[in-house]
């Protein structure tokens, strides 16, 4: 049973597109959210991170919106680049406790 | 830069036998992890370290034991390896407590196949 439910599994887009990943969550006590990017043969690497405090947060191209009452979040990625292709996987984390990641989604940018 | 060096990108070994994975860090983080990834299923944490001699459990611990003797070494450990632990296995370290907002840190993992 996954505690954290990322959606699409794979996800195709053009150059220069939105890539949109998103995930849901049941547990109300997780109190930190990471995304980590991981590129064929590597392995995975934090991205960015949020906290249920804010409801955006935002570095370079890539964006997390958080929507505490819907329980779910997502990762934006802005004119997206081949650069980008890779698998990115969300978790949260309740304090005091360990990472529960999401089932990943591989992502393709097409040039 | 933070390394994470597991021994082996790939590794086949046959049903019965006894596998040793081996990860070593060079940072002198506290916290030593091994996760075994499946597709679909993300990142499931199998043990951890948070000193050395010291461990815990993750989520799926069973058919698993894991060796910290050093700071800078964790083991994973198949018992009497099974086709079900066909996977990719990923070692991480982290500095500070294992339960904080540090960044893990992982290897390239290794590509484990059981016949």
């Known amino acids: 049973q996954q505690q954290v439910k990322q959606s699409p599994q794979s996800l195709i887009v053009q150059k220069g597109g939105i890539s949109i990943i998103n995930c849901a969550y049941e547990n109300t006590a997780f109190d930190y959210f990471p995304w980590y990017q991981q590129f064929p043969g590597k392995g995975p690497a934090l991205l960015i991170a949020?906290?249920?405090?804010?409801s955006e947060k935002k570095e370079g191209r890539f964006t997390i919106s958080f929507n505490k009452s819907a329980k779910q979040f997502s990762l934006h990625i802005m004119d997206s680049q081949p650069g980008d292709s890779a698998t990115y996987f969300c978790a949260a984390r309740v304090a005091g406790n360990m990472l529960t990641f999401g089932g990943g989604t591989r992502l393709m940018v097409k040039p | 830069d933070v390394k994470v060096t597991q021994s082996s990108r790939y590794l086949v070994k046959r049903t019965g036998e006894k596998v040793f994975l081996e990860c070593v860090q060079d940072m002198d983080h506290e916290n030593m992890f091994w996760y075994r990834q499946d597709p679909g299923l993300g990142l499931r944490l199998i043990y951890f370290s948070y000193d050395v001699k010291m461990k815990e459990k993750g989520d799926i611990p069973e058919g698993y034991s894991v060796s910290r003797e050093k700071k800078e070494r964790f083991s994973l450990i198949l018992e009497s390896a099974s086709t079900n632990q066909t996977s990719m296995y990923l070692c991480?370290?982290?500095?500070?407590?294992?339960?904080?907002?540090?960044?893990?840190?992982f290897g390239d993992g290794t590509r484990l196949s059981i016949l």
């Open positions: 949020i906290r249920p405090d804010v």
């Open positions: 991480a370290s982290s500095p500070g407590s294992p339960r904080s907002n540090q960044p893990q840190h």
